[in-house]
Protein backbone atom coordinates (compact mmCIF):
# COMPACT_ATOMS: atom_id res chain seq x y z
CA UNK A 1 0.00 0.00 0.00
CA UNK A 2 1.06 3.31 -0.70
CA UNK A 3 0.29 6.75 -0.70
CA UNK A 4 0.10 8.78 -4.06
CA UNK A 5 0.69 12.37 -4.75
CA UNK A 6 0.71 14.26 -7.85
CA UNK A 7 2.43 17.51 -8.84
CA UNK A 8 1.11 19.31 -12.09
CA UNK A 9 2.96 22.54 -13.11
CA UNK A 10 3.91 25.36 -16.18
CA UNK A 11 7.18 24.79 -16.39
CA UNK A 12 9.82 21.42 -15.89
CA UNK A 13 11.82 21.65 -13.08
CA UNK A 14 14.57 18.90 -12.54
CA UNK A 15 14.17 17.25 -9.22
CA UNK A 16 18.17 18.21 -7.85
CA UNK A 17 17.19 21.92 -8.62
CA UNK A 18 14.01 22.24 -7.24
CA UNK A 19 15.35 20.83 -3.83
CA UNK A 20 18.18 23.19 -3.86
CA UNK A 21 16.16 25.98 -4.37
CA UNK A 22 14.22 24.68 -1.66
CA UNK A 23 17.56 24.99 0.93
CA UNK A 24 15.41 21.49 3.31
CA UNK A 25 17.10 18.49 4.49
CA UNK A 26 16.63 16.63 1.65
CA UNK A 27 18.61 15.03 -0.74
CA UNK A 28 18.22 13.10 -4.02
CA UNK A 29 19.23 9.81 -4.79
CA UNK A 30 18.78 9.07 -8.23
CA UNK A 31 17.35 5.35 -9.89
CA UNK A 32 20.34 3.52 -11.78
CA UNK A 33 17.87 1.84 -13.87
CA UNK A 34 15.42 4.79 -14.75
CA UNK A 35 16.68 8.60 -14.77
CA UNK A 36 13.27 9.70 -14.61
CA UNK A 37 12.91 8.53 -10.94
CA UNK A 38 14.79 9.35 -7.90
CA UNK A 39 14.37 8.39 -4.07
CA UNK A 40 14.37 11.08 -2.14
CA UNK A 41 16.42 10.45 1.60
CA UNK A 42 16.72 13.13 4.81
CA UNK A 43 20.38 14.61 4.53
CA UNK A 44 21.49 14.26 7.83
CA UNK A 45 20.70 10.09 8.54
CA UNK A 46 20.34 8.86 4.85
CA UNK A 47 16.65 7.56 5.75
CA UNK A 48 14.38 6.64 2.99
CA UNK A 49 11.63 9.48 2.61
CA UNK A 50 9.78 8.94 -0.26
CA UNK A 51 10.09 8.45 -4.39
CA UNK A 52 9.33 10.84 -7.16
CA UNK A 53 9.02 10.78 -10.99
CA UNK A 54 8.96 13.11 -13.67
CA UNK A 55 8.74 15.32 -15.08
CA UNK A 56 6.34 14.43 -17.85
CA UNK A 57 4.65 15.99 -20.39
CA UNK A 58 1.42 15.55 -19.93
CA UNK A 59 0.02 14.93 -22.99
CA UNK A 60 2.36 12.23 -23.47
CA UNK A 61 0.12 10.40 -20.27
CA UNK A 62 -0.89 6.94 -21.45
CA UNK A 63 -4.23 6.68 -22.09
CA UNK A 64 -7.13 9.11 -21.50
CA UNK A 65 -6.28 9.59 -17.35
CA UNK A 66 -6.13 13.41 -16.86
CA UNK A 67 -7.26 15.25 -13.81
CA UNK A 68 -10.85 17.10 -14.74
CA UNK A 69 -10.18 20.04 -12.83
CA UNK A 70 -6.39 20.70 -14.00
CA UNK A 71 -5.83 24.10 -16.39
CA UNK A 72 -4.38 22.97 -19.84
CA UNK A 73 -1.46 25.20 -18.76
CA UNK A 74 -0.10 23.19 -16.34
CA UNK A 75 1.83 20.92 -19.31
CA UNK A 76 4.03 18.70 -16.63
CA UNK A 77 3.52 16.09 -14.11
CA UNK A 78 5.65 14.47 -11.39
CA UNK A 79 4.11 11.34 -9.14
CA UNK A 80 5.35 11.38 -5.60
CA UNK A 81 4.83 7.87 -3.99
CA UNK A 82 5.19 6.87 0.09
CA UNK A 83 5.47 3.05 0.38
CA UNK A 84 3.42 2.06 2.99
CA UNK A 85 2.27 5.26 3.87
CA UNK A 86 3.91 5.68 6.91
CA UNK A 87 4.73 8.82 8.83
CA UNK A 88 6.11 10.95 9.02
CA UNK A 89 7.85 10.83 5.51
CA UNK A 90 3.74 11.11 4.12
CA UNK A 91 4.02 15.32 5.78
CA UNK A 92 7.60 15.31 4.31
CA UNK A 93 6.17 14.34 0.93
CA UNK A 94 2.94 16.25 1.09
CA UNK A 95 5.01 19.86 2.16
CA UNK A 96 7.61 18.71 -0.55
CA UNK A 97 5.03 18.80 -3.27
CA UNK A 98 3.53 22.08 -1.80
CA UNK A 99 6.64 23.32 -2.55
CA UNK A 100 6.94 21.76 -5.36
CA UNK A 101 4.19 23.39 -6.95
CA UNK A 102 4.83 26.57 -5.98
CA UNK A 103 8.05 26.28 -8.07
CA UNK A 104 6.55 25.23 -11.39
CA UNK A 105 3.90 27.32 -10.83
CA UNK A 106 0.97 24.59 -10.76
CA UNK A 107 -0.72 22.62 -7.95
CA UNK A 108 -0.32 19.99 -6.00
CA UNK A 109 -3.27 16.77 -6.21
CA UNK A 110 -3.63 14.41 -3.07
CA UNK A 111 -4.55 11.53 -4.78
CA UNK A 112 -6.70 10.46 -1.46
CA UNK A 113 -8.95 13.13 -1.62
CA UNK A 114 -8.71 13.89 -4.65
CA UNK A 115 -9.43 11.35 -7.57
CA UNK A 116 -8.59 10.96 -11.14
CA UNK A 117 -11.34 11.15 -13.82
CA UNK A 118 -11.65 9.82 -17.33
CA UNK A 119 -11.89 12.84 -19.40
CA UNK A 120 -14.47 11.28 -20.93
CA UNK A 121 -16.57 11.40 -17.65
CA UNK A 122 -16.23 14.90 -17.76
CA UNK A 123 -19.65 16.09 -18.55
CA UNK A 124 -20.51 13.96 -15.88
CA UNK A 125 -19.24 15.74 -13.10
CA UNK A 126 -21.20 18.48 -11.58
CA UNK A 127 -18.22 21.04 -11.88
CA UNK A 128 -18.42 24.87 -11.06
CA UNK A 129 -18.38 26.74 -13.84
CA UNK A 130 -15.44 28.95 -14.04
CA UNK A 131 -17.39 32.40 -14.67
CA UNK A 132 -19.29 31.28 -11.28
CA UNK A 133 -16.17 31.80 -10.03
CA UNK A 134 -15.17 30.73 -6.58
CA UNK A 135 -15.36 31.91 -2.42
CA UNK A 136 -11.22 31.12 -0.70
CA UNK A 137 -10.88 32.09 2.59
CA UNK A 138 -7.86 32.15 5.24
CA UNK A 139 -7.05 32.11 8.54
CA UNK A 140 -3.61 32.88 9.81
CA UNK A 141 -2.34 32.25 13.11
CA UNK A 142 1.15 31.74 14.93
CA UNK A 143 1.68 28.28 15.74
CA UNK A 144 1.72 28.30 19.77
CA UNK A 145 0.53 25.89 22.24
CA UNK A 146 -3.27 26.28 20.83
CA UNK A 147 -2.05 25.44 17.49
CA UNK A 148 -3.73 21.58 18.02
CA UNK A 149 -6.92 22.60 18.64
CA UNK A 150 -6.49 24.85 14.92
CA UNK A 151 -8.87 21.88 13.38
CA UNK A 152 -11.43 21.50 16.72
CA UNK A 153 -11.85 25.29 16.41
CA UNK A 154 -13.09 25.23 12.75
CA UNK A 155 -15.49 22.06 12.82
CA UNK A 156 -17.30 23.83 15.99
CA UNK A 157 -17.60 27.37 14.50
CA UNK A 158 -18.79 25.35 11.21
CA UNK A 159 -21.32 23.38 13.20
CA UNK A 160 -22.61 25.86 14.93
CA UNK A 161 -22.71 28.57 12.07
CA UNK A 162 -22.12 27.56 8.65
CA UNK A 163 -22.76 23.59 8.46
CA UNK A 164 -21.99 23.42 4.66
CA UNK A 165 -18.44 24.27 5.78
CA UNK A 166 -17.92 21.30 7.29
CA UNK A 167 -15.71 18.50 5.56
CA UNK A 168 -17.89 15.50 3.90
CA UNK A 169 -14.58 13.53 4.15
CA UNK A 170 -10.76 14.22 5.42
CA UNK A 171 -7.29 12.78 5.21
CA UNK A 172 -5.53 11.42 6.50
CA UNK A 173 -7.19 8.53 7.67
CA UNK A 174 -9.59 8.44 5.23
CA UNK A 175 -12.00 9.92 7.89
CA UNK A 176 -15.85 10.54 7.04
CA UNK A 177 -17.36 13.47 9.14
CA UNK A 178 -20.88 11.85 9.02
CA UNK A 179 -19.39 8.69 10.49
CA UNK A 180 -16.39 10.49 13.12
CA UNK A 181 -18.29 13.58 14.22
CA UNK A 182 -16.10 16.28 15.07
CA UNK A 183 -14.62 14.64 17.59
CA UNK A 184 -13.02 12.14 14.83
CA UNK A 185 -11.42 14.79 13.17
CA UNK A 186 -9.92 16.67 15.94
CA UNK A 187 -8.50 13.30 16.61
CA UNK A 188 -6.59 12.88 13.50
CA UNK A 189 -5.18 16.32 13.42
CA UNK A 190 -3.59 16.02 16.87
CA UNK A 191 -2.35 12.57 16.60
CA UNK A 192 -1.66 12.53 12.77
CA UNK A 193 -1.21 16.17 11.49
CA UNK A 194 2.27 17.15 13.92
CA UNK A 195 4.17 17.21 10.38
CA UNK A 196 1.65 16.79 7.48
CA UNK A 197 -1.76 18.89 6.85
CA UNK A 198 -5.25 17.99 7.23
CA UNK A 199 -7.18 17.84 3.58
CA UNK A 200 -10.32 18.48 3.20
CA UNK A 201 -13.14 16.96 0.36
CA UNK A 202 -16.53 19.07 0.47
CA UNK A 203 -19.91 18.88 -0.90
CA UNK A 204 -22.59 21.16 -1.57
CA UNK A 205 -20.51 23.84 -2.37
CA UNK A 206 -17.53 23.32 -0.23
CA UNK A 207 -15.08 22.45 -2.59
CA UNK A 208 -11.74 21.78 -0.53
CA UNK A 209 -10.15 22.88 2.68
CA UNK A 210 -6.43 22.66 3.87
CA UNK A 211 -5.59 22.88 7.68
CA UNK A 212 -1.77 23.73 8.29
CA UNK A 213 0.37 20.52 10.69
CA UNK A 214 0.39 22.14 13.60
CA UNK A 215 4.29 21.99 14.06
CA UNK A 216 6.65 22.58 11.31
CA UNK A 217 10.18 21.60 10.87
CA UNK A 218 11.20 23.14 7.54
CA UNK A 219 9.05 26.58 6.91
CA UNK A 220 7.35 29.36 9.00
CA UNK A 221 5.93 29.56 13.04
CA UNK A 222 2.44 29.90 11.55
CA UNK A 223 -0.32 28.11 10.56
CA UNK A 224 -2.80 28.36 7.62
CA UNK A 225 -6.63 27.12 7.50
CA UNK A 226 -7.79 27.39 4.01
CA UNK A 227 -11.28 26.58 2.60
CA UNK A 228 -13.07 27.34 -0.87
CA UNK A 229 -16.25 27.35 -2.43
CA UNK A 230 -18.05 27.80 -5.15
CA UNK A 231 -18.98 31.18 -5.35
CA UNK A 232 -22.78 30.42 -6.13
CA UNK A 233 -23.46 29.70 -2.53
CA UNK A 234 -23.15 33.87 -1.99
CA UNK A 235 -27.07 33.76 -3.71
CA UNK A 236 -28.15 31.60 -1.00
CA UNK A 237 -29.78 33.83 1.79
CA UNK A 238 -28.64 31.48 4.44
CA UNK A 239 -25.18 31.51 3.35
CA UNK A 240 -24.65 34.75 2.50
CA UNK A 241 -26.10 35.91 6.26
CA UNK A 242 -24.20 33.21 8.75
CA UNK A 243 -20.79 33.60 6.54
CA UNK A 244 -20.05 36.95 8.09
CA UNK A 245 -20.40 35.26 11.93
CA UNK A 246 -18.64 32.15 10.75
CA UNK A 247 -15.41 34.39 9.35
CA UNK A 248 -15.34 36.29 12.24
CA UNK A 249 -15.88 33.87 15.45
CA UNK A 250 -12.99 31.81 14.00
CA UNK A 251 -10.33 34.48 13.42
CA UNK A 252 -11.59 35.04 17.10
CA UNK A 253 -11.35 31.59 18.00
CA UNK A 254 -7.91 30.67 16.24
CA UNK A 255 -6.46 34.09 17.53
CA UNK A 256 -5.65 34.76 13.63
CA UNK A 257 -3.37 37.75 13.01
CA UNK A 258 -4.88 38.04 9.23
CA UNK A 259 -7.70 36.38 7.63
CA UNK A 260 -9.20 37.17 4.82
CA UNK A 261 -12.33 36.33 2.04
CA UNK A 262 -11.59 36.86 -1.74
CA UNK A 263 -13.93 36.14 -4.66
CA UNK A 264 -12.33 35.36 -7.82
CA UNK A 265 -12.27 33.20 -11.05
CA UNK A 266 -9.12 31.06 -9.97
CA UNK A 267 -9.58 27.63 -8.49
CA UNK A 268 -5.93 27.21 -7.73
CA UNK A 269 -4.88 31.12 -6.45
CA UNK A 270 -5.40 34.36 -4.27
CA UNK A 271 -4.10 37.67 -4.26
CA UNK A 272 -1.88 36.80 -1.31
CA UNK A 273 1.64 36.36 -2.26
CA UNK A 274 3.37 32.68 -1.69
CA UNK A 275 5.90 33.44 0.70
CA UNK A 276 9.43 32.16 -0.77
CA UNK A 277 10.82 30.75 2.31
CA UNK A 278 7.74 30.44 4.62
CA UNK A 279 8.04 33.64 5.79
CA UNK A 280 4.83 35.69 6.39
CA UNK A 281 4.79 37.73 2.51
CA UNK A 282 2.43 40.30 3.66
CA UNK A 283 -1.55 41.74 2.43
CA UNK A 284 -3.22 40.49 -0.19
CA UNK A 285 -2.45 42.71 -3.42
CA UNK A 286 -6.00 43.43 -3.82
CA UNK A 287 -8.75 44.45 -1.41
CA UNK A 288 -10.73 41.23 -0.38
CA UNK A 289 -14.30 41.23 0.29
CA UNK A 290 -13.92 40.57 3.90
CA UNK A 291 -10.35 41.33 6.20
CA UNK A 292 -9.67 40.38 9.83
CA UNK A 293 -6.81 41.83 11.22
CA UNK A 294 -5.24 41.42 15.13
CA UNK A 295 -4.69 44.48 16.88
CA UNK A 296 -1.17 45.37 16.01
CA UNK A 297 -2.22 44.95 12.10
CA UNK A 298 -4.90 46.82 12.54
CA UNK A 299 -3.32 49.58 14.35
CA UNK A 300 -0.83 50.04 10.89
CA UNK A 301 -3.71 49.54 8.08
CA UNK A 302 -6.19 51.49 10.06
CA UNK A 303 -5.41 55.12 8.25
CA UNK A 304 -5.66 53.36 4.98
CA UNK A 305 -9.31 52.16 5.42
CA UNK A 306 -12.25 53.47 4.61
CA UNK A 307 -13.46 54.25 8.48
CA UNK A 308 -17.10 53.74 7.96
CA UNK A 309 -16.31 50.16 6.96
CA UNK A 310 -14.26 49.05 10.15
CA UNK A 311 -15.35 47.49 13.23
CA UNK A 312 -13.64 46.86 16.64
CA UNK A 313 -14.31 43.75 17.74
CA UNK A 314 -12.06 43.19 21.15
CA UNK A 315 -9.67 40.39 20.06
CA UNK A 316 -9.48 42.13 16.53
CA UNK A 317 -10.55 44.65 13.70
CA UNK A 318 -12.81 43.69 10.89
CA UNK A 319 -13.30 45.59 7.22
CA UNK A 320 -15.36 44.81 4.21
CA UNK A 321 -15.50 45.71 1.11
CA UNK A 322 -19.01 46.35 -0.39
CA UNK A 323 -18.18 44.49 -3.43
CA UNK A 324 -20.22 42.74 -6.22
CA UNK A 325 -19.03 39.01 -5.59
CA UNK A 326 -18.19 38.52 -9.19
CA UNK A 327 -16.21 41.64 -8.75
CA UNK A 328 -13.04 41.26 -6.79
CA UNK A 329 -10.96 43.58 -8.96
CA UNK A 330 -12.91 46.41 -7.94
CA UNK A 331 -12.13 48.17 -4.87
CA UNK A 332 -8.29 48.34 -4.94
CA UNK A 333 -8.60 52.25 -3.66
CA UNK A 334 -10.17 51.36 -0.69
CA UNK A 335 -7.10 49.00 0.45
CA UNK A 336 -3.95 49.80 1.52
CA UNK A 337 -0.34 50.94 0.15
CA UNK A 338 1.73 48.66 -1.57
CA UNK A 339 4.13 48.59 1.24
CA UNK A 340 2.20 46.64 2.74
CA UNK A 341 2.34 43.75 0.22
CA UNK A 342 5.18 41.29 -1.05
CA UNK A 343 6.71 42.08 -4.08
CA UNK A 344 6.47 39.89 -6.94
CA UNK A 345 8.73 40.64 -9.58
CA UNK A 346 9.64 36.86 -11.15
CA UNK A 347 7.43 36.70 -14.22
CA UNK A 348 8.05 33.05 -14.44
CA UNK A 349 6.75 32.57 -11.24
CA UNK A 350 4.33 35.70 -10.89
CA UNK A 351 2.44 33.84 -7.81
CA UNK A 352 5.63 34.28 -5.56
CA UNK A 353 6.83 36.67 -3.30
CA UNK A 354 10.64 37.54 -4.11
CA UNK A 355 10.15 40.12 -0.92
CA UNK A 356 8.37 40.52 1.70
CA UNK A 357 5.91 43.46 2.65
CA UNK A 358 8.13 46.54 4.02
CA UNK A 359 5.27 47.21 6.51
CA UNK A 360 3.96 45.04 8.78
CA UNK A 361 3.78 44.52 12.93
CA UNK A 362 7.48 43.33 14.18
CA UNK A 363 6.13 39.89 15.67
CA UNK A 364 4.99 38.76 12.32
CA UNK A 365 7.88 39.66 10.05
CA UNK A 366 10.17 37.49 12.81
CA UNK A 367 7.83 34.48 11.83
CA UNK A 368 10.41 32.14 9.87
CA UNK A 369 13.49 34.16 10.00
CA UNK A 370 15.18 31.81 11.90
CA UNK A 371 14.15 28.66 9.50
Known sequence: MSYDIEVYGETALPVDQALALMAGKLIERKNSADEDVSTIAHQESGEYCFTIEGPYDVDDDAGDMREVDIPKSLKYRYSILVEGTQEPHVGHALRFGEQLALLVAGRIVDLQVESSVLVGEAAEQEEPKP?????????????DLDSRSFAAHYIESASRLLPVALPFTYEPNRGKFSRDGGEGVDRVYREMCETRPLRISGRKGLVSGVVDSWTDEYLANFQVLELKFEATLLAKKSFASNFEAFFIELAERSNSFFAFAEINQSRYFTSIADSQWGEWPGLPSKAPWMSWFSPDYAELVRPHLVAERVRDLGKGTFYDVPLPPHRADRGVEDWVPR?????????????????????????????????
Open 131 to 143: EDGFLHVRWHRRL
Open 339 to 371: EFMAKQDDPAQPQRSTAAALTMPDAIRSLGQDQ
